[in-house]
C-alpha cells in the first residue's frame, strides 16, 4: 500500500513538470505574439515614448531660454524636463505644458534646402518613398533643459577626438593603442572646413584605417574667435547601394543653450554651410512672445 501511494506521489510529480515544460513551451510563442502585436502599435519603444511621438497641438516651452512655439508637424519625440526617463513610469499626473515648461529633447525631420516638415499626406508620401540616394530630407536632434551639456560642448567634443593631434610626442604611443583616434589635420581644407583623416593602420584588416567601414572622417569650422561652431563627422557604408552619413553638431547660441545634431547624407556636405543657417533660421523662427499668445488654444491636458 505505501509502494502504491509512492509511485503514485511519483507519477503526480512527473506529470506536474511535464505540465510546467508545456506551459513554458506555450508562453515562449504567445509572449513573443504580444511583443510583436505591441511593436506594431507603439514601435518598439517605451509606450510613454511611443506616444509622444506625435503631438495633437503645437508644442510650446522654454527651449534653452528661449520661449517656442513649435508646429504640430514638425516636433517629434517630445520631452520636458523631469518627463520619465527610457522604461520608467511617470510619478503623478502629466503636468500641463506652459511657456515656462522646459523642453528637454525632440527631433525634427525636415526637407532641405525649403525646409518642408511632414505637414501633410503628400510629403509624407515623397519622405517614405524618395531613394536613399537622392534624399533631401534631414534630420534634426535636439538636447536641452536638464541633459544641456553645458556651454563650448562643441569645443569638448572636438578635443576629445583630436587632442592627440597637439601632442605630437605620444603619437606613435597613441596610435598603436587606439588606432582609431590617430587624427591628423589635412593640408587643404574642404568646402571650408579643416579635414581631419586617420592615419593609423587598422589592425584587423592590415589596411589604412581610413577604408575603415567603421572609421568617421571629421571636418571643423570654427568662428572669427577660434571656437568650433561646426563638428561634423562622416562614415561610410559597407551595404551595397548603401548611403554614407553625416551628423553636424551645431549651436544656437548666443540666443539659446541647446544642443543641435543635423544627420544628412554624404553627398550634401558640400552645403554643409546653407544647411546649418536653414536650421539655425528654423529654430529662431519658432520663438515667440508668450503675452501675445493665446495659450487656451495651445496648452495639452493629457488625460490623467
Known amino acids: 500500500m505505501t509502494e502504491s501511494l509512492q509511485n503514485n506521489k511519483y507519477h503526480f510529480g512527473k506529470c506536474l513538470r511535464c505540465l510546467a515544460v508545456v506551459i513554458i513551451i506555450l508562453a515562449i510563442p504567445i509572449a513573443y505574439l504580444a511583443w510583436m502585436v505591441s511593436a506594431r502599435i507603439v514601435g518598439f519603444q517605451p509606450p510613454e515614448m511611443a506616444f509622444a511621438q506625435y503631438t495633437p497641438k503645437d508644442v510650446i516651452g522654454d527651449l534653452g531660454g528661449m520661449k517656442v512655439r513649435i508646429p504640430r508637424h514638425y516636433a517629434e519625440y517630445v520631452e520636458y524636463d523631469g518627463d520619465p526617463g527610457f522604461g520608467e513610469k511617470r510619478k503623478g499626473p502629466r503636468p500641463e505644458r506652459t511657456f515656462d515648461s522646459r523642453l528637454k529633447s525632440f527631433g525634427i525631420s525636415v526637407r532641405f534646402p525649403d525646409m518642408k516638415g511632414l505637414?501633410?499626406?503628400?510629403?509624407?508620401?515623397?519622405?517614405?518613398?524618395?531613394?536613399?540616394?537622392?534624399?533631401?530630407?534631414?534630420?534634426?536632434?535636439?538636447?536641452?533643459?536638464?541633459?544641456?551639456?553645458?556651454?563650448?560642448?562643441?569645443?569638448?567634443?572636438?578635443?576629445?577626438?583630436?587632442?592627440?593631434?597637439?601632442?605630437?610626442?605620444?603619437?606613435?604611443?597613441?596610435?598603436?593603442?587606439?588606432?582609431?583616434?590617430?587624427?591628423?589635420?589635412?593640408?587643404?581644407?574642404?568646402?571650408?572646413?579643416?579635414?581631419?583623416?586617420?592615419?593609423?593602420?587598422?589592425?584587423?584588416?592590415?589596411?589604412?584605417?581610413?577604408?575603415?567601414?567603421?572609421?568617421?572622417?571629421?571636418?571643423?569650422?570654427?568662428?572669427?574667435?577660434g571656437n568650433v561652431d561646426a563638428h561634423i563627422r562622416c562614415g561610410r557604408t559597407y551595404v551595397p547601394g548603401g548611403v554614407a552619413s553625416c551628423v553636424m553638431g551645431m549651436n544656437l547660441a548666443p540666443k539659446a543653450q541647446v544642443v543641435v545634431n543635423v544627420r544628412f547624407r554624404r553627398g550634401l556636405l558640400p552645403e554643409w554651410k546653407e544647411m546649418q543657417q536653414s536650421v539655425r533660421d528654423l529654430l529662431l523662427s519658432f520663438e515667440v512672445n508668450p503675452s501675445s499668445v493665446s495659450t487656451e488654444a495651445l496648452r495639452i491636458v493629457p488625460k490623467q
Do not use: C
Request: no cysteine; hydrophobic share 25%; net charge negative.
Open 119 to 225: 505637414e501633410n499626406a503628400q510629403i509624407r508620401e515623397e519622405y517614405r518613398r524618395q531613394p536613399l540616394q537622392e534624399k533631401m530630407w534631414i534630420r534634426i536632434s535636439i538636447n536641452a533643459g536638464e541633459i544641456y551639456p553645458g556651454d563650448g560642448f562643441l569645443d569638448r567634443r572636438t578635443n576629445s577626438v583630436l587632442f592627440n593631434a597637439y601632442s605630437p610626442e605620444s603619437k606613435d604611443d597613441w596610435r598603436h593603442g587606439h588606432w582609431n583616434y590617430a587624427y591628423e589635420r589635412m593640408p587643404e581644407d574642404e568646402y571650408g572646413l579643416e579635414v581631419w583623416h586617420l592615419t593609423s593602420i587598422d589592425p584587423y584588416t592590415g589596411k589604412p584605417a581610413i577604408e575603415s567601414y567603421y572609421t568617421k572622417d571629421i571636418y571643423i569650422h570654427r568662428d572669427p574667435s
